[in-house]
């Protein structure tokens, strides 16, 4: 009976996969979302898809996502009263209990997530069916990075180092990049020995190059040397290493595995360089340990992370207890090594035990802390590419994205990596152009595979994927949204100030990241993030200044129409006329008085005299103005372009007597007032010269002057959830808060001066649109 029973839901498990894969979800209702520290659960409708979990919870308030491929455990537990336990740990370190009603039913969702998190084959991952809703273009971002361009912003090729095409089809070495920078002296018998002395083919290749000093890093694997190998093209490729840097005499060997692991693999066959074979070399083991212990190293750090209400005491010793900081620290401690000696024109060669791993997180670290432009969003994501993509980290593997990976393959590298950045950044807030969120979100989509761009574990896998052209880039995705990784904090000097920047690894600068392994916790985080109150605050400012040169023009113009002295001008600049009674002065002087008709004529006065202290104002002919500016005849459009002319140059004198110098401002510099203003005082239309009423009043409606705060803002108009994770984002004419899909376009707002494209909610973007104020474009 009991075989009978499997059999059938084995049927029924089969057929539910085949239905979700035809396009269609499988939904059970009832089921009951546990929050594990507040306790409380919420009732609502599961929805299993072919790419995503879905709880929506019973008033429709909430949804919650888990795609299936950040899913790295899933667990059935034993069955209770109010239904079977089913416990997802997710790759991004959110944690979700489910209380599914029937048994049945557990079984079937928990064996249909277990085949979509881990596809049997690489073509099933998620990026291969994944559609972009961003008007994304596939090709959007695979061309933003070239491995000759990087080497040569850095000086290479050059006397001492060359390109050799020996891998151009991947056989010298198939976790390498086909393009290799290699000593010029090195030759091509040197090259082929040495590829073979180094375990997987993996020789020694330039990594980084110091723009003024010419130390160099490289990087390799470690060598076939066992107990008494020797390799004399080996030995002769480091020499050439070393003299390819005149300015000193000796390098770095750095080793950094543990030296006692490294004896370990010495019995194997592999291990270290002999010290009395290499001259000129010093060496240095630098003690970073191998994958499996990081790897369990992060599983207590989990543990920790999940649990409910520990005590100080309970937290830290658990903390210590996991090693995890530890680990931390050493990978700085010796990527601080690393760029301290190439800092002071000593080359470094650097290697691991294949090289992929810790070289990788050492040679990437050091570079930031050497190159002020791996610090920026662009520079960044350069430096994955090289020491990462193009290395062959095998991301594949170490990130367990296929059924075929083994769980000893897995480790959490690149995470480490990620870490050691936001440390830096804690300590040098300043010195980076990009955000927390920005590394949270690469952490995100390497285990998500939503983008082709961690896909593979080589350079030559994705090409024979042909990624490029059937996925999407994660750099477009980036560079779309490139104003949410933005860090208010940055600033560019410090590339001349402080181009070096080497951080502090003591255990009281490392500190635990909070926004990474309790992300998704509610009520331990603030109720704002800092950053985000200080980037919505400057983007504030910069709204408001804005507005306010756009009203600084505006003033001056209309004033010189109605032949104000210079005095009264500047008056109205500093404030001393509010802005309703300008407001109403113009409702009264520009056509759209009660008394006006339709053809109504308007008086618009200049002042033609010698200079500003003649107050008494010339008329010019009256011109009839209808309601939306524009004219009758001809001959009166000439008339009103001679008094535009006129009051342009007497704006031009008023406002370099009163201090508003243009020449001084940025946007003069880029010659932005000319063309904004055409030549002329007047702003220009396709239909008319002159300002209309309507477009004033929508001028000074567009802009919000006051932004809502953050503060008490707990979900967006739409019912989407603000969780301490998700960027909130202010609409620049209403000043409401909404989510990023409420949020999603940017248009030009009549109320500013440079008229830039500025991130608006749907509804004002909608009446924007219809705004008459469109017809009068400033650029």
């Not at 090594?337 to 070289?359: P, Y």
């Not at 939503?450 to 593979?456: A, D, E, S, V, Y």
Request: net charge neutral; with cysteine.
């Amino acid at each position: 009976m009991s075989a009978f029973v499997l059999n059938n839901s084995r049927l029924i498990y089969r057929w539910k996969v085949s239905t979700i894969r035809r396009g269609k979800n499988v939904q059970v209702d009832n089921v009951k979302l546990l929050d594990r520290f507040s306790g409380r659960k919420l009732v609502g409708t599961l929805y299993l898809t072919a790419t995503h979990l879905i709880f929506v919870d019973a008033q429709g308030r909430r949804e919650t996502w888990i795609l299936h491929m950040h899913m790295g455990q899933v667990e059935k537990l034993t069955m209770t009263a109010e239904g079977c336990p089913l416990l997802i740990r997710c790759k991004n370190f959110l944690c979700l209990t489910f209380n599914v009603p029937r048994e049945r039913e557990c079984q079937d969702i928990y064996l249909s997530l277990l085949e979509f998190s881990r596809p049997a084959e690489i073509n099933k991952l998620y990026a291969f069916n994944y559609t972009s809703n961003e008007n994304l273009e596939k090709t959007y971002g695979w061309d933003m990075f070239d491995l000759q361009s990087e080497f040569m912003r850095m000086g290479a090729p050059n006397e001492h180092w060359v390109i050799t095409n020996l891998n151009a089809q991947y056989e010298l070495c198939d976790t390498y990049p086909s393009l290799l920078y290699v000593p010029a002296t090195a030759t091509t018998p040197v090259l082929v020995g040495s590829s073979k002395f180094r375990s997987r083919g993996r020789l020694p290749v330039l990594s980084y190059m110091h723009g003024e000093n010419h130390a160099t890093l490289t990087r390799c694997s470690q060598p076939l040397s066992g107990f008494s190998a020797r390799c004399v093209e080996d030995e002769q490729m480091l020499q050439a290493i070393l003299r390819a840097n005149p300015g000193s005499h000796y390098m770095y060997v750095v080793d950094t595995r543990p030296k006692i692991n490294a004896m370990v693999n010495k019995a194997q066959g592999k291990g270290y360089e002999n010290e009395s074979f290499y001259s000129n070399m010093k060496f240095q083991f630098l003690g970073i340990e191998n994958i499996h212990v990081m790897r369990a190293s992060l599983q207590k750090l989990i543990e920790l992370s999940e649990l409910k209400k520990p005590s100080m005491n309970d937290f830290l010793n658990r903390l210590e207890g996991c090693g995890w900081l530890k680990h931390i620290a050493a990978v700085i401690d010796t990527s601080a090594f690393i760029a301290r000696a190439i800092s002071e024109g000593t080359s470094v060669l650097v290697h691991c035990s294949d090289g992929w791993d810790r070289t990788a997180q050492t040679c990437s670290l050091a570079g930031i802390m050497l190159d002020p432009y791996y610090r920026t969003m662009q520079g960044f994501q350069a430096l994955i590419e090289k020491e990462w993509l193009a290395f062959g980290h095998k991301f594949t593997d170490r990130c367990g994205l296929l059924e075929s990976v083994e769980v000893k393959e897995t480790s959490p590298v690149f995470t480490q990596f990620l870490e050691c950045v936001w440390q830096m950044m804690q300590q040098f807030p300043c010195a980076f152009q990009f955000n927390e969120r920005f590394l949270l979100t690469i952490h995100d989509h390497i285990y998500s595979c939503q983008f082709g761009t961690f896909i593979g574990n080589c350079e030559k896998d994705r090409l024979d994927l042909r990624l490029s052209e059937r996925t999407y880039s994660l750099w477009g995705y980036l560079s779309l949204h490139s104003t949410e990784y933005l860090n208010p904090l940055y600033k560019k000097t410090y590339e001349i100030k402080q181009p070096v920047i080497i951080p502090n690894p003591s255990p009281q600068s490392i500190r635990y990241w909070r926004g990474m392994y309790n992300r998704f916790e509610s009520g331990i985080h603030p109720r704002e993030a800092v950053f985000d109150i200080i980037s919505a605050a400057k983007d504030h400012s910069v709204s408001l200044e804005d507005h306010v040169l756009l009203l600084e023009k505006r003033v001056t113009q209309i004033c010189k129409l109605l032949g104000k002295s210079e005095e009264a001008i500047q008056r109205k600049l500093q404030g001393h006329v509010s802005m309703d009674s300008i407001e109403g002065y113009l409702s009264g002087h520009i056509g759209d008085s009660p008394s006006a008709g339709p053809n109504a004529a308007t008086t618009i006065y200049t002042n033609h005299k010698t200079g500003p202290f003649d107050k008494t104002p010339e008329p010019v002919e009256m011109v009839p103005l209808t309601s939306k500016g524009s004219f009758d005849s001809e001959a009166q459009l000439d008339c009103a372009k001679g008094a535009s002319i006129s009051g342009s140059l007497n704006h031009i004198k008023s406002d370099s007597e009163s201090g508003f110098d243009e020449a001084s401002s940025q946007l003069s510099r880029s010659g932005g007032v000319d063309e904004l203003t055409g030549g002329g005082g007047m702003v220009r239309s396709p239909s008319s010269d002159t300002l209309t009423v309507e477009q004033l009043l929508a001028e000074l409606k567009t802009v919000a002057i006051g932004w809502k705060s953050f503060r008490n803002v707990f979900s967006c108009s739409c019912a989407s959830p603000f969780d301490h994770y998700v960027k909130k984002f202010h609409c620049w004419k209403c000043g409401q808060v909404f989510c990023v899909r409420c949020i999603a376009r940017s248009i030009p707002l009549p109320g500013h001066y440079h008229r830039r494209p500025v991130p608006v909610c749907k509804p004002c973007y909608r009446e924007v649109r219809r705004s008459p104020s469109t017809e009068f474009p400033l650029s």
